[in-house]
């Protein structure tokens, strides 16, 4: 502990003396060391051998397996009995291939050099594992009449021979499908197979009901599993080289190879220069060494003990709050890296005063010097503004919601406007609120005879979209939304869709959304927007919010409308009422007129008939005296 502490109180420049002392030393060992290079190099002429071998059974290894996956799988005897004299040779090759590395990995010399064939070993027990999943793979799938392959032939040939009359046609199509699939392995062909499939299922079902058909649909049912199930183990397998458990074992074989011959490489390339170097380059280190020991010993006191005055200076300011000058980089052994650490401090610490500075000044989307972003204190500070942008991002979307609902809300006051005005003003506002291109909106009605969408407003749409003025339910997107009761949202549009217009021509929209206008579960209405941009969630979502508002408002024109057809009728029926009155009235004033010149009439009959009974009674007398 005494003598520890002695050299401890040593000046600086002792200990250096001290230390570049030990170089001399050094030098000595360095020059046993040239005779244990030469043993080196027999060492790394031997290995280069190996590896050699390595190479050579990684070769066989390859070729086995690339024949056994073209047409090794195809022989009876590796599905009858599981055996394959390529999988035979891949295995043989394997155990030697592995014997050779644990050889190498064995040789002193080469653990030296720090190449590490455990992770070549452990990369082929990879391998391996991978080959034994891509045999069982091909075991399951078989081929022709094994595996699941033979299986497939089994039930489509039960249908084949079946008695039951379908189109032979249909059978030969979904064949065909089959046959491309396994010759050419693309998707697209179990994609032709499906709507074959489809169309042929439901021609044998059309049919009349029968043990026969019923069985016929089982077997073809039972075809169509197991061929899904083939084209799944092919995927699996790998449709194309790359792809699959096929790409992955040729990538590994690749970084086998790879890793292999640069192995190859640096021992070769190690062997054949450490024989012209060796000597040469340790002779001269050595001199170098003992000259150069000396030298550095003096001069390296004073300039150590320089820069450790100029750090001490720096750091001082530094702690006394105050950012020191960079300091002068002169070298760039360990008193050079030294004060580049420290420039490189001084740096860190004003990115981030900068920074600090650009976020209290309320500039979020400021950015940190990229050269320092992944210190602590960067992290630190630029998860704090992913914060405050979040935070912000997040106040903008509510403001963004008040504002348009504010809007939306005045127009939504305007109770006495019509409903195509109202319905106008609803549609341009959330067009070029939304900054979509087109919009259109249709109200619902609903009576015992019909059920359908009547277009109400539209903003800056094609005439030629809007011939019709009434959408039944079910009819078109509209219709489809008016059943489902649910949001439609399109993003790959058909290029007859409509277009908008714009002062570069036509162009079909890539976005929209038909939203359906409920209120207590009841549709009231239908918007429907298209833009070239998509809507963002939050904007998605603003619709959705503010459609029960609009519903509520259509509900309202609706009863309103009603309401006010329901008076005119009243007020008609009235007028009609009256007028009958009147015609009565005057009718009965007519009957009273006619009724009143009946009885004078009445009165002047009687009248006569009163001076004809006396005239007559006078002439009776008369004839009766004359007599």
């Not at 990879?126 to 595996?147: E, N």
């Not at 086998?256 to 070769?268: G, M, V």
Request: hydrophobic fraction near 40%; charged fraction near 25%; aromatic fraction near 8%.
């Amino acid at each position: 502990m005494e003598i520890a502490k002695l050299f401890m109180n040593f000046k600086l420049r002792v200990k250096l003396l001290f230390a570049f002392g030990s170089i001399l030393l050094l030098t000595v060992l360095l020059f046993l060391k040239f005779f244990q290079t030469l043993d080196r190099v027999n060492s790394y002429q031997s290995l280069s051998e190996r590896v050699d071998g390595v190479n050579i059974h990684l070769l066989e290894m390859d070729a086995a397996a690339h024949y056994f996956i073209f047409e090794g799988y195809k022989n009876s005897d590796f599905h009858e009995k599981n055996k394959s004299p390529f999988i035979e040779t891949y295995n043989q090759n394997l155990i030697a291939l592995k014997a050779e590395l644990e050889f190498i990995e064995a040789d002193g010399v080469f653990r030296n050099e720090g190449v590490a064939t455990h992770i070549i070993s452990n990369s082929l027990d990879s391998l391996d594992s991978k080959f034994k999943i891509l045999i069982d793979l091909f075991q399951k799938r078989g081929f022709k009449d094994f595996g699941l392959e033979g299986k497939l032939r089994k039930s489509i040939h039960s249908v084949e021979n079946s008695s039951f009359q379908y189109d032979k046609a249909d059978m030969l199509t979904l064949r065909r499908h089959e046959k491309d699939f396994f010759l050419r392995k693309d998707l697209k062909y179990q994609n032709e197979f499906n709507k074959k499939f489809d169309q042929f299922i439901s021609s044998v079902q059309s049919q009349p009901a029968s043990e026969e058909r019923a069985s016929i649909i089982r077997d073809l049912e039972d075809y169509q599993f197991k061929f899904g199930n083939v084209v799944d183990i092919d995927a699996r397998i790998g449709l194309k080289e790359t792809e699959g458990i096929k790409g992955i074992i040729n990538n590994d074989l690749v970084k086998l190879k790879s890793s292999i011959q640069l192995l190859r490489t640096n021992i070769k390339d190690k062997s054949s220069s450490f024989k012209q170097r060796a000597i040469t380059t340790l002779l001269t280190l050595f001199l170098v060494q003992l000259a150069l020991g000396i030298v550095l010993t003096i001069v390296y006191s004073d300039v150590i003990t320089k820069a450790i005055k100029e750090l001490r200076s720096a750091m001082t300011s530094l702690a006394d709050g105050i950012f020191p000058s960079r300091l002068t980089v002169k070298s760039a052994e360990e008193i050079g890296q030294t004060k580049q650490a420290f420039n490189q401090l001084l740096d860190r610490m004003q990115a981030a005063q900068e920074f600090s500075e650009e976020l209290g000044n309320g500039r979020l989307k400021a950015s940190y010097n990229s050269i320092f972003s992944n210190d602590i204190l960067a992290r630190s500070l630029l998860k704090m503004q992913t914060q405050l942008v979040s935070a912000s991002e997040k106040q903008e979307i509510i403001n963004w919601n008040n504002v348009g609902m504010a809007q939306l809300n005045d127009i939504l006051k305007m109770e006495n406007a019509e409903i195509h005005v109202l319905g106008d003003k609803i549609v341009k506002l959330l067009v070029q609120y939304l900054k979509a291109n087109q919009g259109a909106l249709y109200i619902i009605h609903n009576n015992d005879s019909e059920h359908y969408a009547e277009r109400v407003s539209t903003y800056a749409y094609n005439k030629k979209k809007f011939v019709d003025q009434q959408i039944e339910a079910g009819q078109g997107l509209v219709g489809q939304c008016m059943l489902e009761k649910a949001t439609i949202i399109l993003t790959d549009l058909p290029t007859d869709f409509v277009k908008i217009t714009s002062g570069l021509g036509e162009a079909v929209p890539s976005f929209v959304i038909i939203l359906p206008l409920m209120i207590q579960n009841r549709i009231e209405g239908v918007l429907e927007l298209a833009s070239f941009e998509k809507l963002q969630t939050y904007q998605i979502q603003f619709l959705e919010k503010i459609g029960e508002n609009i519903a509520s408002i259509l509900a309202n024109k609706k009863i309103n409308l009603e309401t006010s057809h329901l008076l005119e009728e009243a007020q008609q029926r009235a007028q009609l009422l009256a007028s009958q009155e009147e015609e009565i009235r005057q009718n009965a004033e007519e009957m009273q007129a006619i009724q009143e010149q009946l009885e004078r009439e009445k009165r002047a009959m009687e009248q006569e008939i009163v001076l004809l009974k006396s005239m007559l009674k006078g002439q009776f007398n008369e004839v009766q005296r004359i007599n």
